[in-house]
């Protein structure tokens, strides 16, 4: 069972900054691609940042400059930091992973965290 938990959502300010993290646990063998997406009431979910595991980011063209994607490989987690939110950034956040649970496995599934919203206020 492979599990990812997000945490740090919540209620900012235009203008202010938040953090996000998330962690995968359970049965992994490996993970290569970890990304945040976002999905606001009546859209559909996505893209915002991605990440591989050498450490190479991909943003969208909304949140360049803005946000920031990192991930610790030692502990199975990626890092979302946003700055200079503005309310159109309001979403709930999603992190996917690409893991790999055995090497037995041979492919590497998609999993993804149950979300979390983030709220900016104008």
């Known amino acids: 069972q492979v599990q990812l938990v997000e945490s740090g959502g919540g209620l900012v300010q235009a203008g202010g900054s938040l953090g996000l993290s998330c962690t995968a646990s359970g049965t992994i063998f490996s993970i290569n691609d970890m990304g945040w997406y976002r999905q606001a009431p009546g859209k559909q979910r996505e893209l915002v940042a991605v990440?591989?595991?050498?450490?190479?980011?991909n943003y969208a063209d909304s949140v360049k400059g803005r946000f920031t994607i990192s991930r610790d490989n030692a502990k199975n987690t990626v890092y979302l930091q946003m700055n200079s939110l503005k309310p159109e950034d309001t979403a709930v956040y999603y992190c996917?992973?690409?893991?790999?649970?055995?090497?037995?496995?041979?492919?590497?599934?998609?999993?993804w965290g149950q979300g979390t919203q983030v709220t900016v206020s104008s």
């Open positions: 990440i591989n595991s050498g450490g190479s980011p």
């Open positions: 996917k992973a690409q893991i790999r649970p055995t090497f037995i496995t041979g492919y590497s599934p998609d999993y």
